[in-house]
């Protein structure tokens, strides 16, 4: 079941829209959650020898037998979101104790302490359930030790499982193996073969989410044949579902509730109420995603009556909330309301504080959507106060966004002002005491939002501005593990350039005077769409708001993020990891599933390019210069990095390039840094970095290291570079290790590094970002934004030189470039004391990139103006290889000059 995650999201209502449509929307919050884990220390894994055991022992019951078919359908659908939520949901959010029950066999000769450890154990699954995973694990961890003591195997693999699952839910996949290794061991020892089979199925499921698909698929078929060979029907059960989902994913609902229904009657079958439940769950989902609503209230009131008539409060609560749900989404408040109640009603049953809190704030949002500001507004408060008595800085400062936005809502915008401003105080206190922590950076987001959206309904833009980018440098000081000079020392941070401050509306118009340029900035407002600011060089600040329904898209737009994230597939750019998607050459279903589908007819995609134009150029067009030599200065917020404005096409096939010379900053104030740095810059040398032996990096967290793949073309470039430039600053292969760049790096006049930018946090020290340079010693080749910043940025440190550093390649461990990938990056490097860098948004084929480098350099020579030069370069590939994936995948950041 999914009860913690979606009670989770319940008090972020602001991220629901956005990561509900977004394939790593379960992803995300098991990343975010993973921080609320204790850290436990566990011993060295041997995982190979493990495996190999594991492996070992399923091959000799035949696994490799299974039907190819049905096995191929489950894997495709294990590549879309909804199985990424139902990976989690039905093996994590909702542990299964039945499947390993050591409570049947307690007796009345029961020892006080195996009653103890058991009444332990259900309250860790309790506490995992509603979301309070810290204290989970250490009801757990009791469990494990009195079960150990006493010598319950059942016990000790039952506790170890759901240690496992609890780390899974947290994202902590690796950590999760640990105990579903060691239970799998206890399980196969004592021959329990349904627990056996359901840890197999976890370790795939952890496998996956590791990015080995291979170890991930021979768990899962493993599993399977332990079930076929026991004859198990709730697994039966549970794999039509999961085929259920592959049709779903595909967007084949009809199929798909065909096979849930299957799977409901197989359910019933065999009594089991929890494969029941989660049948009754997938056809309810089915529905509610169609929009058929009174379909979906159905199946959520069969499985309340399933929940209460089992007396489980927590399900009866997840139940009443997914009916009232669906009462909203139809616009039926009064239904709503009443189911709210209810739900609150059964929160304070259970007597747990933060359950009654959740369902009171569900309540509070309802009245909120229904006008009812005032019942909502004195709801937020109990939340608040409660906060406010536990100490609880996190949960004061997201009830304080709630109350605001009640507030704004009713007309009170000055009263939602100071609640905000308070919430800034939290956020605020949390930074002095902890230092940077990811913990609360959504929340407050949220509070940088809805402050925006106050100044707005009061009439002050200029002040929104301001505000904006004051989140804006909260944002990347959080990012950059850095403080500003203006907080105090003691918070355990490095302090950030003094540049880096919260600018005034004269400060912004300055700099756009000494940019000589158009500044644009972009703010996501989730309820409202977007927010954007117009500076020219004069100094006139022009704001208009974007409603994405309202623009002219050709094709719907639900959210801006859903739009970005279908450029690379709209190019034709493939994932690492990836594959295309099979073109299916009749209408018949894979071998193996239950049912089949007719050919489908073609559908036209929508063309992310085209509805981006329409989104945020269209409306702005007439305050932009018709000057194509003219700066225009893009600041995007978060994943707008991801966005190739150069790309950008009109609906007459024009590209956003051949009207202006674009650059793109993290914030407006960030120029003024850039600005200063540019004045500092000094060296002699060019130096040309191409195709290091490269390091080896886990593809994802907790994988195996591998070697990236080699850039030859890159060497060769680089020769050329070196050659056009006439610098004898070249390191190839080996000689590129990370002290020889380095030393070269400090007085060069400027870099060019044909190798990977690694848009990710590969060492896991918290800022995204590293450079893929030669091992060479006790160095792993790796340098990354923190030792950038450790390095160069300190005030009394020595600081880069360099004018200007290109990158060639890009490289994500999670396939695909990210925001805070970008801006961690570059804004080390500007930090760092470099005013001007050109990172890539995606690793472009080599012949075009190539060129695309040979012509810039050309460019630069003849004008010293980099933007210029890269426009031009970009417009001379343009015209030679028209798909943007040649020629526009390169953002340069920070000064053109």
Not at 130 to 158: D, V
Not at 180 to 187: R, W
Not at 404 to 427: C, D, I, M, Q, R
Not at 476 to 502: H, M, N, Q, Y
């Amino acid at each position: 079941m999914k009860i913690f995650l979606r009670y989770f999201l319940l008090l972020f209502p602001q991220k629901q829209e956005k990561l509900n449509s977004q394939k790593g929307f379960y992803l995300f919050w098991a990343a975010v959650l993973s921080l609320l884990a204790p850290f436990y220390l566990l011993p060295p894994l041997s995982a190979a020898s493990e495996r190999e055991n594991i492996l070992k022992n399923s091959q000799a019951q035949g696994d490799e037998d299974l039907i190819s078919g049905v096995r191929a359908s489950v894997r495709k659908s294990l590549q879309t979101a909804r199985t990424e939520k139902a990976a989690i949901t039905k093996q994590v959010v909702k542990p299964d104790p039945v499947t390993i029950d050591n409570r049947s066999q307690t007796s009345d000769r029961q020892s006080a302490s195996e009653f103890n450890a058991d009444k332990l154990l259900q309250l860790g699954i309790r506490q995992h359930q509603t979301g309070q995973f810290q204290e989970a694990l250490k009801s757990l961890q009791r469990a494990l030790k009195l079960y150990q003591e006493i010598g319950s195997r059942p016990g000790e693999a039952n506790v170890l499982l759901n240690i496992g699952e609890t780390y899974f839910t947290l994202g902590q996949y690796l950590r999760s193996l640990a105990f579903y290794y060691q239970s799998l061991d206890i399980l196969q020892g004592i021959g329990d073969q349904p627990g056996a089979a359901k840890a197999l199925d976890n370790l795939g499921n952890a496998y996956f989410y590791l990015g080995d698909e291979k170890q991930a698929k021979d768990f899962r078929d493993a599993a399977q044949k332990l079930r076929q060979e026991i004859g198990n029907p709730k697994r039966e059960a549970a794999f039509l579902g999961n085929v259920g989902i592959a049709h779903e994913s595909e967007g084949e609902y009809p199929e798909a509730i065909a096979l849930y229904k299957e799977q409901l009657a197989t359910a019933r079958e065999s009594r089991n109420p929890n494969a029941v439940l989660d049948s009754l769950n997938n056809l309810a989902e089915a529905y509610r995603t169609l929009g058929q609503y009174p379909e979906a209230i159905d199946f959520y009131q069969q499985q309340l009556l399933i929940a209460r008539k089992s007396g489980n409060v927590t399900d009866e609560g997840y139940f009443l909330n997914s009916i009232a749900d669906a009462f909203e989404a139809q616009g039926q408040y009064p239904e709503a309301i009443e189911v709210r109640r209810q739900q609150v009603a059964i929160a304070q049953k259970t007597g747990d504080v933060a359950l009654q809190l959740i369902a009171l704030n569900n309540l509070a949002k309802t009245y909120q959507n229904a006008g009812q500001f005032e019942q909502a507004i004195a709801l937020y408060q109990e939340p608040l106060e409660a906060a406010r008595k536990t100490g609880d800085r996190l949960a004061e400062g997201t009830a304080l966004n709630n109350l605001a936005f009640a507030l704004l809502k009713s007309g009170k915008p000055e009263e939602a002002k100071e609640t905000l401003l308070n919430s800034v105080k939290t956020w605020d206190a949390i930074r002095a005491n902890l230092g940077s922590t990811n913990r609360y950076l959504d929340a407050q987001t949220t509070t940088y939002q809805r402050l925006q959206q106050v100044l707005i309904a009061q009439k002050q833009p200029i002040a929104a501005l301001e505000m904006a980018e004051q989140g804006r440098i909260r944002s990347i000081v959080d990012l950059l593990r850095l403080r500003l000079s203006t907080e105090p020392v003691g918070s355990g941070l490095k302090p950030a350039p003094k540049k880096l401050t919260f600018p005034t509306i004269e400060e912004i118009k300055k700099i756009a005077k000494q940019e000589n340029a158009t500044l644009v900035e972009y703010s996501i407002i989730p309820d409202e769409g977007l927010y954007v600011w117009v500076i020219p060089p004069s100094g006139e600040v022009t704001f208009r708001r974007i409603e994405l329904g309202a623009q002219n898209t050709i094709f719907p737009v639900s959210s801006i993020e859903n739009v970005i994230a279908k450029i690379p597939e709209s190019l034709g750019l493939q994932a690492p990891g990836n594959p295309p998607k099979p073109k299916e050459s009749s209408g018949q279903a894979p071998a193996g599933n239950a049912t089949s589908s007719p050919a489908k007819a073609p559908i036209i995609q929508p063309k992310p390019l085209l509805q981006l134009h329409q989104l945020l150029i269209k409306p702005i067009a007439d305050l932009l210069p018709e000057d194509p030599n003219a700066r225009v200065i893009f600041i995007p917020q978060k994943e707008m990095f991801r966005i190739p404005f150069a790309a950008l096409v009109d609906v007459y096939g024009n590209s956003l390039i051949d009207k202006h010379t674009i650059l793109t900053a993290p914030a407006i104030q960030v120029l003024a840094l850039t600005k200063e740095q540019r004045g500092k810059t000094s060296g002699g040398n060019r130096l040309v970095v191409g195709n290091p032996v490269m390091p080896r990096i886990a593809p994802a967290l907790g994988q195996a290291p591998k070697a990236l793949p080699p850039l030859a073309n890159a060497e060769q470039q680089a020769l050329e570079i070196a050659d056009f430039l006439k610098t004898k600053s070249l390191l190839i292969g080996n000689q590129a290790t990370k002290a020889a760049v380095l030393e070269q790096m400090r007085k060069a006049k400027s870099v060019h590094l044909g190798t990977y930018a690694i848009l990710d946090d590969v060492k896991r020290q918290g800022v995204p970002g590293a450079i893929a340079l030669s091992p060479g010693g006790s160095d792993n080749g790796l340098l990354t934004s923190a030792e950038i910043l450790e390095s160069f940025a300190q005030p009394k440190g020595q600081h880069l030189r360099p004018e200007l550093v290109v990158f060639t390649a890009v490289e994500n461990g999670k396939g695909k470039t990210t925001g805070d990938g970008v801006i961690g990056l570059s804004t080390s490097l500007i930090a760092a004391g470099v005013p001007t860098a050109i990172v890539p948004l995606w690793s472009a084929p080599d012949a075009p990139t190539g060129a695309l480098m040979s012509e810039f350099y050309k460019q630069l020579k003849q004008n010293d103006d980099k933007a210029k030069a890269l426009r031009q370069a970009m417009l001379k590939i343009k015209q030679q290889n028209p798909n943007p994936k040649d020629w526009a995948g390169f953002t340069l950041i920070g000064e053109p000059r």
